[in-house]
């Protein structure tokens, strides 16, 4: 839900492109890397986890860093845009990675609309399915769970 809200707020038109910088950085806080390339948990240097997006017109899928789509929303071609999760979202099983840590598949559907100052507007439906790491970790007073995202994937759009 705090993904979905920054979302709504860095594509809006009402705030400043210097607010919404500080909605993009606080955004990618919620990915592996934070919108940069990462070592996994082998070690293994990973490119930075990326978001696909498609039309529902074009059916053109599109594959960008998490931080460049963000940074695009910032400056769409819409007056207002709403985004939403329209379905329960679907948890797979979680699978341990190693000691602390798992990863598990949600599959969301998420709308967005789109309106122009000329009254036209853009609507679409997209599945996505997204990577995510489950992260314990221990505070002093005692263990707490961290979950980050990873790759979103567009699986259908209508």
């Keep these: 839900n705090r993904f979905q809200s920054y979302l709504t707020f860095i594509g809006s038109k009402k705030n400043s492109l210097d ?14 890397g ?12 990973q490119p930075a986890v990326g978001m696909e997006t498609t039309s529902k017109h074009t059916k053109k899928k599109s594959w960008q860093t998490t931080k460049r789509y ?20 679907r948890v797979s099983n979680f ?18 609309a789109g309106y122009r100052k000329d009254g036209r507007s853009y609507i679409d439906t997209t599945v996505k399915s997204i990577d995510i790491h489950l992260e314990e ?22």
């Design 34 to 45: 934070k919108g940069e390339d990462y070592e996994d948990v082998y070690g293994n240097p």
């Design 137 to 158: 970790y221990l505070t002093p007073v005692g263990k707490r769970y961290r979950i980050l995202f990873g790759d979103i994937e567009a699986i259908e759009t209508y």
């Design 19 to 32: 607010i919404k910088r500080v909605y993009i950085k606080q955004a990618l806080q919620l990915f592996i």
């Design 95 to 112: 699978y341990k990675v190693k000691d602390g840590m798992y990863s598990a598949t949600v599959t969301v559907s998420q709308r967005f």
């Design 70 to 89: 963000l940074n695009r929303l910032a400056t769409i071609d819409y007056e207002e845009i709403e985004i939403a999760w329209v379905d329960t979202c």
